[in-house]
């Protein structure tokens, strides 16, 4: 694995090293860490990486690297820079051959996101983005249940993602990860429905497997002088004539990452909060509700919320390890292509570009109905 | 305390009467518990009434009881029948001199909602609505930290209603709490936002103390052959610019009685949850969250909060409680009326006919909205 | 009913009032409720009682009742004083015909205890003892789920009774439940272990219908100058081989009043904590622990905890409705009685003298545990 | 790093390597996987690791690496193996030069131990023992705090773990991690107390910084056929007079692995539990409680919590991360050590050898006591 971005005060490269590193299936060989060739040096040597696999810019990465023997260059990099930043480097890696995992929302605009579309079908690359929390083991089981009908046909659903980060003018703190967030240049459209929005949308659809298709919107900006949402609020129209609430905030005082999910169906209710991950509420029409709980010694989780634990029930796994679950199949996958086997089926589980393109899609949706006095927008992608 | 409706297979009634008794300051007198003469006098004889006492209508009620002499006779009615059966005794419990006490939502419409303010005005005789979550000690709690500035200017507000009681359709089982709510003719306009969404929306408006201006609402009824709304989503505007989301529903599997409500302001959050109501969590722009409990005995809550409790913390006080909480408040301030003295303001504290138009003034809107193309509807009483 | 106790400033006295007044069976008819006549009086004008019927102490009270008419007179009485006061009005008001209801720990000692033992048996009369927290519905599922075999043969029970309340002297600051509770003359030979270690022993051989067989104690005093403990941890053994532990503090500072239980057996297990009393955590050998909760509509629920709960899930009953449990199950079976019918067994569910008896043993034996050297000491009624 | 243990059926050896690998500063090198060659080459070949550094013995491995040039070779050993195969390794181990990193219990019985801690002072070498659960953020934080004061002299320490796994005699269907732990000529002199209940007497040891110096232990066998204890209850007196409960259980059904701890002073309490970790209650004597959240961002969090966690508050850390901690600690002291550097002692945070003697002290008096019919036994090391 090869690195864009991720330098030393990033939050996000941080994790998408520990992640990749967890199951000692991915090696970290080279980077391209900063748009500053001296601080990627700098990153490059705090990783314990030979001086001549840390690059001055991407470009130089993907130049080079082609040029060392199979085996040894890298065979996918990871691009985990801000928004804006995202489209080249993916672009260039894949028209130089090289499998993408990209960080999210997939691009700047829709725009650079159909076109990164099309460029994976026409390479036959494998593009990889990481709406890491469908990589938790109870966001398998629940998704699971919803396919084998334990629920019954999906009537309603709630998804909120509310953080109170933003409350005050972060950006002018100087504080990195809420500058560029701020900045529309480098974030794109939206803001908290660009940041956080998508991952609510995301899990949503994954695990329900319901496209949203209609929705209402009301974007707000409540700390003054910012020009993006740092709110919002929006009613669901999902495929199958269900409905629901999906809100984001990054105002909500108090609250650190509270991503979290209720599904109501005919005969059964789920629940999941991501603060708590491993924990899935199921409820049903009689009787109590039951708690089923991360473990891999727990034979009543299904096979897939088993093949994404590592350790028995009551020992906690956490944000790292689900978003270690997306490098890991994506990894377990890419050897299998690169063996030149059939990759098996279980662990062609990971977010893909399509997930990218709806993700873009829904920014451009909201902001629209935001705007408009029409009670609905269809969303399409 | 006379009442009306109650009578032995009701839910609301028997709940009315232990809130009622529970503070030793009411007791009940007489009653028309049912329109069968019969089932009344049963209904009277469980309660050691005198058979005197027990009508066979509220209409015989008013009339015989007005002909006791004072002190002996009802000083108030309490009404607990189904919401179409509110006005016609309200109405002539005030045109014959009875101060009322009244389920929830007021009337069957808001003509009838606005006819009886204008009664009461006339009458000068007291008005109390059962809103009675807001009788619960950590709701005067949050209420008072929000008149004080505690959370600073308010920006989101969400709030819930999830049952999941109607989730199939129980009407057709003759269970009584589920026929006549699934009436149009006994009902009025809409159910579950009739039934519960207006608590939400008095909870909301008491704790933040700011009004609902617009709303955007999506009812759905989501079992088959039912002709009134079983769930409904609606986005919130305020009248300081804050905005929200209110949602409830009966058809949310699993869920209990789970009215819960979290509100953001500038440098503060509270949140409440009904079914833990002993407990509001205060969020910070920094620093911990803070686990405030009830509890007779905890210096740290304001006036409010420890004149609505009763014990001392850690001994759970519960819906019975905060129901008595509104008939206690009610008797305190009529008996001060009737002693010809200034009634306490503190005690001055329970849901008044101004309360109940507005309730029935949000259900016409949520039923336009609803049915509306346009985003936002005025929601004006 | 009468009550001995529970003047202006009693905490226990007016809990009592609000479970007995919450069902509408029992009516507060006449009081001594302060060994000074002035203060009973206040009191008595408080509790709308007429004068004639408000005593300057119990003695005058029993004699002036018996000479009522039946019917007009008390049916019992409802003792309320510090512990020393519990033993003598309670044998006079056998020794003149009335039924006891009495506040626990039942006497001053264990000698006090036997005597009143033997002098229900003797009168035939009625005698609960309120170990409120048995009155639960939840504990009652818990009960009745052991004696159904559902989590098979006990292992292990784990009781534990944490306060805070006495943390620092507050008996010095004239706090009235602290400052008897702190006076051995008052008190009797326990207090933390007495106050609140009987109710987790009456708890614990009421859920799981095992005997304490031997027990090894260990008491202390935290808070200096106090003669009493205020603190204990011990070990048991249960007469079926189970054993477990069983601690209650008052210095456990930031606990309010947190009760609660753990028992394991060899195919499940049942966690219940009184401040969320309306949850039951039941958890299985295999599969997923599930959530029993507290309504009257809750099918899956057992008779006994329907039987003792007044409303639909999610509407939370407390510390009140429990107690009045006690109250209710006591005045129906005594109605029964007075009108000469076989008490419906569903209703003889309530703590008795012999309860009492037990909890003034367990006293006894763990301050003698305390003080030995041997590892366990016999505890025997 | 090399291995010993950690075969291809191992919990603990998979978890010691993810927790190596996560933050990037520890690289497997080599390993001794299990004491038959082929397994050991299956899983070298498993980890990617190349043939020649696969070794079929720890013998061989210490004996080989030795012969590697510095830089090349392992720097240290890390000893997964079941109990009675700690000791052996580690001791060859140091005598070849090796630092160590060992799972708990540190060896088979305290003669070992002892033996153990003479080498390290000997050999001047470094030793982490694996007490995994105080490499927790939120440990770390209880820990400062009551160094610091912040909840003034201890009086009280519930320390609880109870796992049910144990609860049907799992040992007999040939589960590999149930078979050893319950042969006494694997695991030592208890199987319930030295798995867990050493975890448990560690967690108050390092939270409280205060030695027990008494116990009152009551271990037993519930499942029958089983040599060694499998639940076990102790009363604890700690070296400042505070005084405690300590249980551990492999039979409570349905519990996963919920070691908690609750600590009282005299001004303040702390609650954590290792299922939700990343939560520490503080508790106060007025007030309302207040929830530390673990969070990179979380500026009331004092030095330590924060360079133990990886991630802002929300972003959940679990087991692995709290694995890695202890490891992470270790490397980058080893690495100034072997850069001759002085360590920063910020990170010479990490149990040690002497931890290890005095939890198979603790084993050993546990059994004793047990056994005891005196009340009390003293616990030294």
């Given at each position: 694995?090869?690195?864009?971005?991720?330098?030393?005060?990033?939050f996000?490269?941080?994790?998408?090293?520990?992640?990749?590193?967890?199951?000692?299936?991915?090696?970290?060989?080279?980077?391209?860490?900063?748009?500053?060739?001296?601080?990627?040096?700098?990153?490059?040597?705090?990783?314990?990486?030979?001086?001549?696999?840390?690059?001055?810019?991407?470009?130089?990465?993907?130049?080079?690297?082609?040029?060392?023997?199979?085996?040894?260059?890298?065979?996918?990099?990871?691009?985990?820079?801000?928004?804006?930043?995202?489209?080249?480097?993916?672009?260039?890696?894949?028209?130089?051959?090289?499998?993408?995992?990209?960080?999210?929302?997939?691009?700047?605009?829709?725009?650079?996101?159909?076109?990164?579309?099309?460029?994976?079908?026409?390479?036959?690359?494998?593009?990889?983005?990481?709406?890491?929390?469908?990589?938790?083991?109870?966001?398998?089981?629940?998704?699971?249940?919803?396919?084998?009908?334990?629920?019954?046909?999906?009537?309603?659903?709630?998804?909120?993602?509310?953080?109170?980060?933003?409350?005050?003018?972060?950006?002018?703190?100087?504080?990195?990860?809420?500058?560029?967030?701020?900045?529309?240049?480098?974030?794109?459209?939206?803001?908290?429905?660009?940041?956080?929005?998508?991952?609510?949308?995301?899990?949503?659809?994954?695990?329900?497997?319901?496209?949203i298709?209609?929705?209402?919107?009301?974007?707000?900006?409540?700390?003054e002088?910012?020009p993006?949402?740092?709110?919002?609020?929006?009613?669901?129209?999902?495929?199958?004539?269900?409905?629901?609430?999906?809100?984001?905030?990054?105002?909500?005082?108090?609250?650190?990452?509270?991503?979290?999910?209720?599904?109501?169906?005919?005969?059964?209710?789920?629940?999941?909060?991501?603060?708590?991950?491993?924990?899935?509420?199921?409820?049903?029409?009689?009787?109590?509700?039951?708690?089923?709980?991360?473990?891999?010694?727990?034979?009543y989780?299904?096979?897939?919320?088993?093949?994404?634990?590592?350790?028995?029930?009551?020992?906690?796994?956490?944000?790292?390890?689900?978003?270690?679950?997306?490098?890991?199949?994506?990894?377990?996958?890419l050897?299998s292509?690169?063996?030149?086997?059939?990759?098996?089926?279980?662990?062609?589980?990971?977010?893909?570009?399509?997930?990218?393109?709806?993700?873009?899609?829904?920014?451009?949706?909201?902001?629209?109905?935001?705007?408009?006095?029409?009670?609905?927008?269809?969303?399409?992608?």
């Amino acid at each position: 694995m090869g690195m864009v971005g991720g330098g030393r005060d990033a939050f996000i490269g941080a994790v998408h090293r520990m992640a990749a590193a967890l199951d000692g299936q991915i090696e970290l060989v080279c980077g391209a860490f900063s748009s500053s060739a001296e601080k990627s040096k700098a990153t490059g040597n705090d990783l314990y990486l030979p001086e001549s696999r840390v690059y001055g810019s991407y470009e130089e990465m993907f130049e080079k690297e082609k040029q060392l023997p199979e085996g040894e260059r890298m065979d996918f990099v990871s691009i985990v820079t801000p928004n804006y930043l995202h489209f080249p480097p993916a672009k260039m890696a894949l028209e130089n051959g090289f499998h993408v995992v990209c960080d999210k929302p997939m691009t700047f605009n829709l725009t650079e996101a159909k076109e990164l579309a099309q460029l994976v079908e026409k390479t036959g690359l494998m593009f990889a983005l990481t709406h890491n929390y469908t990589g938790y083991p109870m966001v398998k089981q629940a998704r699971d249940m919803i396919k084998d009908g334990k629920i019954g046909k999906i009537r309603k659903v709630v998804v909120e993602y509310p953080q109170g980060w933003l409350s005050t003018k972060l950006e002018d703190t100087g504080q990195k990860q809420a500058s560029w967030r701020a900045d529309p240049n480098k974030t794109g459209a939206a803001n908290s429905m660009g940041d956080i929005g998508t991952h609510a949308e995301n899990l949503s659809e994954y695990i329900t497997g319901l496209k949203i298709v209609d929705l209402c919107a009301d974007l707000h900006t409540y700390v003054e002088g910012r020009p993006l949402d740092d709110d919002g609020n929006v009613l669901l129209k999902l495929e199958n004539g269900a409905t629901g609430v999906l809100h984001a905030s990054q105002i909500s005082v108090g609250e650190e990452n509270d991503l979290n999910i209720r599904i109501y169906g005919e005969t059964g209710g789920l629940e999941w909060h991501q603060q708590e991950p491993n924990t899935l509420v199921v409820k049903q029409l009689e009787g109590p509700a039951t708690i089923y709980r991360t473990g891999a010694n727990h034979g009543y989780l299904g096979e897939s919320a088993q093949l994404h634990t590592r350790i028995p029930g009551g020992h906690p796994e956490g944000f790292i390890e689900a978003f270690a679950n997306i490098y890991r199949n994506f990894a377990v996958t890419l050897r299998s292509k690169l063996e030149g086997k059939d990759p098996d089926p279980k662990f062609i589980d990971f977010p893909t570009v399509y997930d990218g393109v709806r993700g873009m899609a829904f920014i451009e949706t909201v902001v629209a109905s935001s705007k408009s006095t029409e009670k609905w927008t269809k969303f399409k992608s």
